[in-house]
Nanobody, 126 residues
Framework: VQLQACGGGLVQAGGSLRLSCTPS????????VGWFRQAPGKERQFVAA????????YYADPVQGRFAISRSAARNTVYLQMNSLKPEDTAVYYC????????????????????WGQGTQVTVSS
């Protein structure tokens, strides 16, 4: 496991969770660190990403305005603050790094990342 993701759990709709992602025995690599999620029976999809150098954020439309991605260089950690959670946010959340291109298209592609964590389960009850 290259990245450690934690902070998931069970929360009621409207609640909040904060996920954390830390690399195992190394620093983050590539242009950005991304969060993705995968619900049962569905493909893994982009949630958010943050450029490590200048903290430029990228968000998927379904989470824009509800989720906030941030990073701490001192702690070598990327966070995903999730507010106003909805049942459709239920999924396993993965963090990833290694994307080499800062183009908006590539930052949002699963295939652009080569370092992945084990995932953390987020369940939102209605």
């Amino acid at each position: 496991v290259q990245l450690q993701a934690c902070g998931g759990g069970l929360v009621q709709a409207g609640g909040s969770l904060r996920l954390s992602c830390t690399p195992s025995g190394r620093t983050f690599s590539g242009y950005a660190v991304g969060w993705f999620r995968q619900a049962p029976g569905k493909e893994r999809q982009f949630v958010a990403a943050i450029a490590w150098r200048d903290a430029r954020p990228y968000y998927a439309d379904p989470v824009q305005g509800r989720f906030a991605i941030s990073r701490s260089a001192a702690r070598n950690t990327v966070y995903l603050q999730m507010n106003s959670l909805k049942p459709e946010d239920t999924a396993v959340y993965y963090c990833a790094d290694g994307v080499r291109d800062n183009d908006n298209y590539y930052v949002r592609r699963t295939a652009s990342y080569d370092g992945w964590g084990q995932g953390t389960q987020v369940t939102v009850s209605s």
